[in-house]
């Protein structure tokens, strides 16, 4: 079955700080996507970055930057020069065939992340 | 352009009655998902229509949930004899298709609170 890990339950930073959050995911699929969302204090979650399996490569868009091995089933996501706004809950998932052929989302528990000032 | 919309934004009922929480996907969007996030929780895949039809209705707990789309746009997710345990913030979720290429496009969510 599918499985989406995400140790870091709350994490805590400085403004400008760089972080990294973790991702470990499980499935038997040949074929999937992974994606980031963003959950800020008002509760929407906000689509960050979708990667497909057969697509190792890094990704970088402004200060945000993925990290997909598929060697250790991770997807991990770093944030450089934190932000006050950055903070919120980001959750990794997993996409998953439904019994209908088309994919849902697993998600995992979510990192919640403060961003000091 | 309207995201999706979702209504009412809170809900509050008491055990026992019923309820109907609202959704309003993007125009032209054929794939409607419902989850369901409890507190410090990710959000659980309910059920997920493709057009007017159910195409997987595996999520949902049990069968005092049901969900509708009869005009393949607007869905609402039906909830009777609300338990407390049925408390959470539903989302909806609506994308170009269903294939796992196009991102899911999230409402604010109603949250859902049974006394």
């Known amino acids: 079955a599918q499985k989406v890990t995400q140790a870091q339950t709350e994490i805590s930073v400085v403004e400008k700080e760089d972080v990294t959050l973790d991702c470990v995911y499980e499935?038997?699929?040949?074929?999937?996507?992974l994606f980031w969302y963003k959950q800020p204090p008002s509760g929407e979650l906000v689509f960050l970055i979708r990667?497909?399996?057969?697509?190792?490569q890094n990704e970088i868009s402004g200060r945000y930057s993925w990290n997909f091995q598929k060697s250790t089933s991770s997807f991990n996501f770093t944030i450089t020069a934190s932000q006050v706004v950055d903070s919120a809950v980001y959750f990794c998932?997993?996409?998953?065939?439904?019994?209908?052929?088309?994919?849902?989302?697993?998600f995992g528990k979510g990192t919640k992340l403060t961003v000091n000032p | 352009g309207a995201g999706v919309s979702q209504t009412p934004s809170n809900k509050v009922t008491e055990k026992g009655k019923y309820v109907e929480l609202r959704c309003d996907p993007i125009?032209?969007?054929?794939?409607l998902y419902w989850y369901r996030q409890s507190l410090g929780q990710g959000p659980e895949f309910l059920i997920y229509?493709?057009?007017?039809?159910?195409?997987?209705d595996s999520g949902l707990p049990n069968d005092r949930f049901f969900a509708v789309r009869p005009e393949g746009s607007v869905s609402t997710l039906k909830i009777q004899r609300t338990e407390r345990g049925d408390s959470a913030v539903y989302l909806c979720?609506?994308?170009?298709?269903?294939?796992?290429?196009?991102?899911?496009?999230f409402g604010p969510g109603t949250r859902l609170t049974v006394l």
């Open positions: 979720a609506s994308s170009l298709s269903g294939d796992g290429y196009n991102e899911q496009f």
């Open positions: 499935t038997r699929d040949t074929t999937y996507y």
């Open positions: 990667r497909n399996s057969f697509d190792e």
């Open positions: 998932a997993l996409s998953q065939l439904t019994q209908g052929g088309s994919e849902k989302l697993v």
């Open positions: 125009s032209g969007h054929t794939a």
């Open positions: 229509f493709q057009g007017t039809g159910a195409a997987d």
